[in-house]
């Protein structure tokens, strides 16, 4: 079984300036990992994975996440926010082999302040 | 096919009533998941199919909760005789099993029910 902790449950920060959402995992076998976005009152949209090969992970939207194995973390980064990144992001992970359901992490709400 | 479509988006309920949403997964998509979230926390497991195959039940899934997904295309997620704890988001989403490859899942808006 794999379980997330993300620490952080909101995070302000000015409009520019970097930021950086946290996620810790848990996993006794090898594992993939997700960042996922949510807008109010919509589904999750993919923000990058990590499935295997360079550990520092580019997405959409700017985002870029690494996996550092030996820390057991994932952590999502971007130099410079935009308040069109005002959201809820949610790390989330899955064993790597064969079918393994995806848990994810409680969330952190960022909120950009202009 | 634009992605995962579930119907509806919205639903209000009185308690005791059934309900029932519908999930239209990405067509190539043989992988079918059912999550459920509930305000200030992340989408938690609920039910998994493979083609029409139901292969694992969380076990927040209640008897009065069933999931069926016939002709391996669209699924069903019913509730019957609803609870005010039944209010969530019920959130669908699919993924293609291309082999030894798994890709990632995909998510549709979500059906929020409120149970009055």
Not at chain 2, 32 to 48: D, M
Request: include cysteine.
């Amino acid at each position: 079984a794999q379980s997330v902790t993300q620490l952080d449950s909101q995070v302000p920060v000015f409009e520019e300036a970097p930021v950086e959402l946290r996620c810790n995992y848990s996993s006794s076998v090898s594992v993939y990992l997700f960042w996922y976005v949510q807008y109010p009152n919509q589904g999750l949209q993919l923000l990058l994975k990590y499935l295997s090969g360079s550990t520092l992970v580019k997405g959409i939207n700017g985002f870029e996440a690494e996996f550092n194995k030996s820390q057991t973390s994932f952590h999502l980064r971007k130099p410079s926010v935009h308040i069109s990144d005002t959201a809820e992001y949610f790390c989330a992970v899955r064993g790597s082999g064969g079918y393994q359901k995806v848990t994810f992490g409680t969330g952190t709400k960022l909120q950009v302040i202009p | 096919d634009t992605g995962v479509s579930q119907d509806p988006r919205h639903k209000i309920t009185k308690r005791g009533q059934n309900v029932t949403f519908r999930c239209d997964p990405i067509s190539e998509h043989n992988r079918l998941y059912w999550y459920r979230q509930t305000l200030g926390q992340g989408p938690e497991f609920l039910t998994y199919f493979q083609n029409e195959a139901q292969l694992e039940k969380s076990r927040l899934l209640s008897d009065r909760f069933s999931a069926e997904r016939p002709k391996g295309s669209f699924s069903t997620l019913e509730i019957q005789r609803t609870e005010q704890g039944d209010s969530a988001m019920y959130l669908c989403a699919s993924s293609a099993n291309l082999g030894t490859v798994n890709t990632e899942a995909f998510f549709g808006q979500g059906t929020r029910l409120t149970v009055v």
